[in-house]
């Protein structure tokens, strides 16, 4: 199994809503990613956990929260967003830099939810 | 400051035409190199990496990319493009100084004329 599983694939959400988008991998990828990607532009890296601690948060605003629960799981709690916030958001695992074969790893990511915010 | 650069950012080509496209990085050190490609509405997809060994790989549908360590270079290439390719093209760079970090450039868009 080679898939990272994102789900809701499409998100509408009011600046007041709290919301979830939820990642699901089992490749035992000890690294787990979230991007925010708008149109005809490249991923942004948000945040990277690794082995379930958040080791890089890339300045992004306090109203995207990040959640690792365990090994298989990423969460992103949304709360009070703006509309500029409407964007592609992407999860990706990959192996960690410290498991196994350290240097040879490549991120896997998973289709996606289209978030708008009104 | 470390980054990721894509020379070419919208190519349109005939069908049959050679495709080159250019990525250049700065990253100092050991770096994994991929390029990704982004079919329209579709999600991100590996066409191909370099970890280490012969600096020229292959990838899927054709695609062929060579690492040039001394330019910082990882160019893509197809030397017949269809109109099936048409897509965005990211490439990705994760510096092994940084750890888990994969961090993408600017993107080219190519357009395959039937």
């Known amino acids: 199994d080679t898939e990272v599983t994102q789900t809701p694939k499409h998100l509408v959400m009011g600046m007041t809503n709290k919301k979830s988008l939820k990642c699901e991998q089992h490749m035992g990828h000890r690294a787990m990613y979230w991007y925010k990607q708008k149109a005809k532009k490249p991923p942004e890296l948000m945040f990277v956990y690794s082995y379930e601690k958040l080791s890089i948060n890339e300045s992004v605003p306090s109203r995207f929260s990040p959640e690792c629960p365990n090994s298989s799981l990423l969460n992103l709690h949304l709360h009070a967003l703006q509309p500029e916030d409407s964007a592609l958001y992407l999860c990706a695992s990959s192996q960690d830099w410290r498991q196994g074969k350290a240097w040879d790893t490549e991120a896997f990511f998973g289709q996606g939810t289209r978030l708008t915010v009104v | 400051a470390q980054s990721v650069s894509q020379h070419n950012h919208h190519v349109i080509l005939s069908e049959a035409a050679s495709l080159e496209l250019g990525c250049n990085y700065s990253?100092?050190?050991?770096?994994?190199l991929f390029w990704y490609v982004q079919y329209p509405g579709q999600h991100l997809q590996l066409l191909l990496k370099?970890?280490?060994?012969?600096?020229l790989v292959k990838g899927i549908k054709g695609f062929e990319a060579e690492f040039i360590k001394s330019k910082f270079s990882f160019n893509l290439r197809k030397p017949s493009v269809q109109w099936s390719d048409t897509a965005e093209y990211f490439c990705a760079v994760n510096a092994l100084i940084t750890g888990n970090q994969f961090y993408f450039g600017t993107g080219t868009s190519l357009t395959v004329i039937p």
């Open positions: 990253y100092g050190g050991t770096v994994n």
């Open positions: 370099y970890f280490s060994g012969d600096p």
